[in-house]
T-cell receptor, first 111, second 114 residues
Framework: SQKIEQNSEALNIQEGKTATLTCNYT??????LQWYRQDPGRGPVFLLL?????KEKRKERLKVTFDTTLKQSLFHITASQPADSATYLC??????????FGKGTRLSVIA | DAGVIQSPRHEVTEMGQEVTLRCKPI?????LFWYRQTMMRGLELLIY????????DSGMPEDRFSAKMPNASFSTLKIQPSEPRDSAVYFC????????????FGNGTRLTVT
């Protein structure tokens, strides 16, 4: 079965530093991975998608990598700000089937 | 665009009562998903629809759970009878059908069953 794990439940970093969140998957490589942000009391909001044939994707201060050898995706937020504090979820799908989500990593950026 | 609208935002009910959660997807989206989120298990897919037709309900915990999508702009998730272990946040999401299409989530219904 598809499994996806986010290693850290929580991550605290200093403002201005780069936050790096990890997502690992088991079994076969997903066709793509997606990353979402969730704020308390709200639904997840889509941030980025990376396909298995892509090594890296960027959007403003966000960067996602996909390593099919390590079966891992890394999510980076550069020049982090307190407003980046939220829970970040990764999700996988082998193709045209619904996403399977990790449990998320709660990021706290300390001023 | 109003986004995905869920109601109610909060629901508190007693064990054994029927609970109905409602969802209005984004206009034009043809896939709709119901997820449940708890601290222990994270976000779990319950059921999804393509073009109003249920495709996979293997995530529905028990026969006490049922979902319908009578038209493209409305879906319900019903629990009858409810139990304390059903307490969770229930999310509805919609998307355009197709590989990689991002999900657009509502803000969820927090269900508490006492």
């Amino acid at each position: 079965s598809q499994k996806i794990e986010q290693n850290s439940e929580a991550l605290n970093i200093q403002e201005g530093k780069t936050a790096t969140l990890t997502c690992n998957y088991t079994n076969y490589s997903p066709a793509y991975l997606q990353w979402y942000r969730q704020d308390p009391g709200r639904g997840p909001v889509f941030l980025l998608l990376i396909r298995e044939n892509e090594k890296e994707k960027r959007k403003e201060r966000l960067k996602v990598t996909f390593d099919t050898t390590l079966k891992q995706s890394l999510f980076h937020i550069t020049a982090s700000q307190p407003a980046d504090s939220a829970t970040y979820l990764c999700a996988r799908s082998p193709g045209n089937t619904p996403l399977v989500f990790g449990k998320g990593t709660r990021l706290s950026v300390i001023a | 665009d109003a986004g995905v609208i869920q109601s109610p935002r909060h629901e508190v009910t007693e064990m054994g009562q029927e609970v109905t959660l409602r969802c209005k997807p984004i206009s034009g989206h043809n896939s709709l998903f119901w997820y449940r989120q708890t601290m222990m298990r994270g976000l779990e897919l319950l059921i999804y629809f393509n073009n109003n037709v249920p495709i996979d309900d293997s995530g529905m915990p028990e026969d006490r759970f049922s979902a319908k999508m009578p038209n493209a702009s409305f879906s319900t998730l019903k629990i009858q009878p409810s139990e304390p272990r059903d307490s969770a946040v229930y999310f509805c999401a919609s998307s355009l059908q197709g590989e990689g299409s991002p999900l657009h989530f509502g803000n969820g219904t927090r269900l508490t069953v006492t």
